[in-house]
């Protein structure tokens, strides 16, 4: 079965200092990966995606996340957080039913960032 | 144009009630998704509708069902109410045209007492 790895629970960085998020995936064929943030109270916005093609996506609010097939990894990436970054990011990797024409998402158990002023 | 809406935002409910959500998918929007995120988890896939038909399912057991209308507004029913049942129950939309993006509604939070 498919399944998605946020090694890090808890991670605090300073304002202004680079951010990297860990992810790793278990799935056989070739993985579509997302990564979303979830706000306090809020729903899930996606930040990036990757299905194909280049290794190094880019995503809104700064985000770039790197897939690395020989690692199973596809980690998020930011030079320099800021405050309002703070939130719970979680990473995700669709499954495709394509007899039944349907998908679902499976996600890790997500990684809360804090940002020290 | 408005997003995923979800209401209501609270519940609270007693062991062995039932329970009824409801969510309107963003405009131009066909298909709906359901989670279920409990305290420090990650979402949980229970179901996915389109055109009206439950078309994949998650490892949720029957006392979760759901609906999906002409309008391609869902709701989410859950019976016999379980303390494990408490958590946030987020609702997602896609449209057929792009189905690997999905935009998230705020969710209901769901307090089973």
């Known amino acids: 079965a498919q399944s998605v790895t946020q090694p890090d629970i808890h991670i605090t960085v300073s304002e202004g200092a680079s951010l990297e998020l860990r992810c790793n995936y278990s799935?056989?064929?070739?993985?579509?990966l997302f990564w979303y943030v979830q706000s306090p109270g809020q729903g899930l916005q996606l930040l990036l995606k990757?299905?194909?093609?280049?290794?190094l996506v880019q995503g809104i609010k700064g985000f770039e996340a790197e897939f690395k097939r020989s690692q199973s990894s596809f980690n998020l990436r930011k030079p320099s957080v800021h405050w309002s970054d703070a939130a719970e990011y979680f990473c995700?990797?669709?499954?495709?039913?394509?007899?039944?024409?349907?998908?679902?998402?499976?996600f890790g158990k997500g990684t809360k960032l804090s940002v020290i002023p | 144009d408005a997003g995923v809406t979800q209401s209501p935002t609270h519940l609270i409910k007693t062991r062995g009630q039932q329970v009824t959500l409801r969510c309107s998918p963003k405009?131009?929007?066909?298909?709906v998704s359901w989670y279920q995120q409990a305290l420090g988890q990650g979402p949980q896939f229970i179901f996915q509708?389109?055109?009206?038909?439950?078309?994949q399912r998650g490892n949720f057991p029957d006392r979760f069902s759901g609906h999906q209308f002409p309008n391609y507004s869902s709701e989410l029913n859950v019976n016999a109410l379980l303390l494990g049942d408490s958590a946030l129950y987020l609702c997602?939309?896609?449209?057929?045209?792009?189905?690997?993006?999905?935009?998230f509604g705020p969710g209901t939070r769901l307090t089973v007492t």
């Open positions: 997602a939309s896609s449209p057929r045209s792009d189905l690997m993006v999905q935009y």
């Open positions: 799935y056989g064929a070739t993985p579509y």
């Open positions: 990757y299905f194909s093609g280049d290794t």
């Open positions: 995700a990797v669709v499954l495709l039913y394509s007899g039944a024409g349907s998908y679902q998402l499976t």
């Open positions: 405009s131009g929007h066909d298909t």
């Open positions: 509708y389109y055109e009206e038909e439950e078309r």
